[in-house]
């Protein structure tokens, strides 16, 4: 008797071990190495849509998916067709109510539009770990822990530690093209996250499955080609700040390069400090006017903000100031902030003209010129270029504070500057 029920337990082990040791998904080859890294990468054949058609949804896409601090779309290119996030999701390998296993996983996805197809790869994979008898997370790159030669024991076996790694992340970018094609193929923007949805979409499948209907609807679905190592097509991606930073980034001269040398570029959502506090404690320095001539004035008056679906700042400059002239004939020019061993300095510039005195050389700032062409200096740690898009003279009638009114008609009225951000610097 105890045989005969003993049988059938064996037998389901035996079923589900041979099962997790023959899922070829997870099993040899199916972490791609290109060069010594890990880059996962698919075509979507996309029969019948043309590159402007596959562009448009795929943006939709990626602002759905990617529209957080620590998973955003930065960079985006119309004009080549190519759009890049970097992204940070939770792989979870096992929750209960007493635990739960987790990690993070950063990544770098890059996507290429073309006619009748589209290009998905996925770089630059690392790992954080929260281990239960540590303060910090373990960290981990893709290379030295999810590969064939880390993660596999044996042809048919992974390892406990790595394996869930690797299954995850061959899930996920998965998941991330099956999304992805659907939304190109219908329009639908999927979120690649939503493990509920209704719908469920496999690109490398003849058909779409409805959840939960007893009669799945049969569709038609164009090919798609094998999972293939990048092509000529993968580019190395920085954070930038918006499509038409990243093309002026683009094209920086190896000379703007050299000079910021010693600065980090950075998004503009990710501008550290409080902007009040910087303003009021610190002092802002507006530098206007290029190489052939330049003058600054320390300020405490502006801001950021999103005008128009675009990162900008504002700031005010007196007509009567020497800085006027600039910000009026010039289209570009910097905000910049300093630490207080800068303080002397900056109060210089707030007390003496440029017209009969070399400012520059009584401040003991150093110049740089950025890639804009604009002139900042290279003890402030933080420069945002910017590119004048609004400028409005203030009238009487819209100051409605009567402090304010009682300062300012003792001298001219001030005139608002907004400008698109174009570049961060911070050191």
């Keep these: ?59 939709m896409w990626a602002r759905a998916n990617y529209n957080t601090e620590e998973s955003r779309i930065v960079y985006t290119d119309q004009t080549k067709a190519v759009i890049s996030c970097r992204g940070k999701s939770e792989l979870i390998f096992s929750s209960s109510a ?40 373990e960290k981990y790159s893709a ?45 639908e923007t999927d979120l690649y996250t939503d493990k509920n949805k209704a719908k469920l979409y496999d690109r490398k499948s003849t058909r779409e499955a409805i959840v939960a209907s007893p009669a799945p609807v049969i569709i038609q679905q164009p090919a798609v080609i094998k999972q293939l190592p990048p092509d000529n097509l993968s580019i190395p991606v920085e954070e930038v700040a918006t499509a038409t930073a990243a093309t002026t980034v683009a094209t920086m001269t190896s000379e703007a390069t050299q000079i910021l040398a010693g600065y980090k570029r950075l998004e503009p959502g990710r501008i550290p400090g409080n902007i009040i506090k910087m303003l009021s404690d610190d002092r802002m320095l507006i530098t206007a006017g290029k190489e052939t001539g330049f003058n600054m004035e320390t300020t405490n008056w502006g801001g950021l903000g999103m005008l128009y679906d675009k990162p900008v700042t504002f700031c005010f400059v007196n007509p009567a100031h020497d800085t006027y002239q600039l910000m009026e004939t010039g289209d570009t020019y910097t905000l910049s902030f300093y630490t207080e061993a800068y303080h002397d300095a900056l109060q210089y510039c707030n007390s003496v003209s440029g017209k009969n005195t070399d400012k520059v050389k009584g401040s003991g700032l150093t110049p740089v010129t950025m890639p804009s062409g604009a002139k900042s200096f290279s003890e402030a740690w933080l420069i945002i270029e910017c590119k004048k898009i609004i400028a409005q003279q203030l009238q009487w009638e819209s100051i409605k504070d009567e402090k304010i009114r009682e300062e300012w008609s003792k001298s001219q009225f001030h005139k608002l500057y907004i400008g698109e951000i174009l570049n961060v610097w911070v050191k």
């Design 1 to 59: 008797m105890k045989n005969i029920i003993l049988a059938p337990i064996l037998f389901l082990i035996f079923s589900c071990n041979l099962k997790a040791q023959t899922d070829l998904k997870y099993l040899a080859g199916a972490v791609p190495e290109v060069n010594g890294k890990v880059i996962f990468s698919d075509t979507l054949q996309l029969s019948g849509k043309n590159t402007t058609q596959i562009y448009e949804n795929v943006l």
């Design 98 to 137: 007493l635990s739960l296993d987790r990690a993070f996983m950063n990544y770098q996805l890059n996507l290429f539009c073309r006619d009748n197809a589209c290009r998905i790869e996925m770089k630059s994979i690392t790992y954080e770990y929260n281990v239960s008898n540590k303060q910090e997370p």
């Design 143 to 187: 290379e030295k822990w999810i590969t064939d030669k880390e993660a596999l024991n044996g042809q048919d076996k992974l390892y406990r530690s790595n394996g869930k790694f690797r299954i995850k992340t061959i899930d996920l970018f998965n998941d991330i093209c099956n999304s992805l094609n659907l939304n190109i193929l219908t329009g």
